[in-house]
């Protein structure tokens, strides 16, 4: 599903934020990416989505190399990712309901089949009835689940999360993993990011750490699935 071959990404002036990275995640699977802050967990995520690309080494998803793509070939690979990225960018001048749309606007889909879509993503996350709100009247809390809406609304087949529980309390954190967990649950490919350690707890599932852009052995979260 997710295939990293010795990947190397280097910025404009030198920074290197990856070095040699490789790894497979297989369809279906839940994995976290760990590591300090500027490890490269996000440019890993960026990677996949193709909104960064490698210097070395090959990014494949389903088997096809992302980071050679062609501009006009990204929208289609990005209909089969959810991507909830770690600074929200929700459109605080649109509701609730329009926020989740706007992915299935991008992308043609019919107009009555959206509003299905949408309400069902909204329920999921328990928001329905916030869908006419601002997105600036939620909670933290709620706004982490208006992104997940956003991000499963056109039903990818991968979902990647950046910091998804990094500025919550205790109690949300564990409302967003429980998400997170019922969509693997469904068989949707997760990857998710954090530098929080306590999610990891009693999760059973493989961990990535990153250190200064390098791969470290992989674990597994304490205690069972």
Do not use: W
């Not at 490269?40 to 960064?52: F, N, P, Q, Y």
């Not at 991507?83 to 992915?103: A, E, G, T, Y």
């Not at 997760?190 to 990891?200: G, M």
């Amino acid at each position: 599903m997710i295939k990293f071959n010795q990947v190397h990404k280097r910025y404009p002036g030198g920074y290197q934020a990856l070095k040699d990275v490789s790894f497979n995640i297989a369809e279906g699977e839940m994995v976290f990416l760990t590591g300090h802050s500027g490890a490269g967990k996000s440019t890993l995520l960026k990677l996949i989505a193709a909104i960064e690309r490698p210097n070395l080494g090959s990014v494949l998803v389903n088997n096809q190399n992302v980071g050679v793509l062609k501009e006009r070939a990204l929208p289609y690979l990005r209909r089969n990712l959810g991507i909830i990225f770690q600074d929200h960018k929700l459109l605080f001048d649109r509701s609730v309901f329009d926020n989740v749309m706007l992915p299935l606007q991008i992308c043609g889909f019919d107009y009555r089949e959206s509003h299905k879509r949408v309400r069902a993503a909204l329920d999921k996350v328990g928001l329905l009835k916030r869908e006419k709100s601002s997105p600036i009247a939620l909670s933290g809390g709620e706004q982490q689940r208006l992104c997940i809406a956003r991000a499963i609304v056109n039903r990818p087949a991968i979902l990647l999360a950046d910091e998804p529980t990094g500025n919550l309390d205790a109690e949300y954190a564990h409302e967003i993993m429980a998400i997170f967990k019922s969509f693997h649950q469904v068989g949707v490919t997760l990857l998710i990011s954090t530098h929080d350690e306590s999610v990891l707890q009693d999760t059973g599932v493989r961990v990535l750490n990153l250190r200064q852009g390098e791969l470290q052995a992989a674990s597994t979260g304490s205690g069972q699935a």
